[in-house]
């Protein structure tokens, strides 16, 4: 059975459009949902989770790095979580060995489902 274009394509990578720029190819990166649907999220280091602990609207992936390969561990709504939560935040990250967290703003429970069933299986 042959592989679809769906199926050869990378759940996750980086922008494409970005890759020559210095200041810019780390900080963006894009999942593709089980839609087919791409999100392009913004990329916050593990020692920036004060930031991400304080995003009000959007789907957070919780990101391991193995070499090159990063490794989706964890995805939630972020008004699911208590504002400010840093310290859970911080939590999370080291059970799971988080190393970035991917922020899509402004994301609805559409997105994070539809995220959710391709970086989670």
Request: one cysteine or more; glycine letters at 10%.
């Amino acid at each position: 059975m042959g592989q679809t274009l769906e199926d050869s394509a990378p759940r996750g990578q980086a922008l494409l459009s970005l890759a020559e720029t210095d200041s810019l190819r780390s900080r963006f990166f894009s999942w593709r949902g089980a839609s087919g649907r791409r999100y392009v999220c913004s990329v916050f280091q593990s020692g920036e989770d004060s930031f991400v602990a304080d995003v009000t609207n959007g789907v957070v992936i919780g990101v391991a790095r193995e070499g090159a390969a990063t490794r989706p561990v964890c995805v939630f709504l972020a008004q699911e979580r208590s504002y400010g939560d840093r310290r859970g935040l911080r939590e999370i990250a080291r059970e799971l060995g988080v190393a970035e967290w991917h922020v899509h703003f402004c994301a609805d429970a559409a997105s994070l489902r539809d995220l959710s069933a391709s970086l989670l299986n």
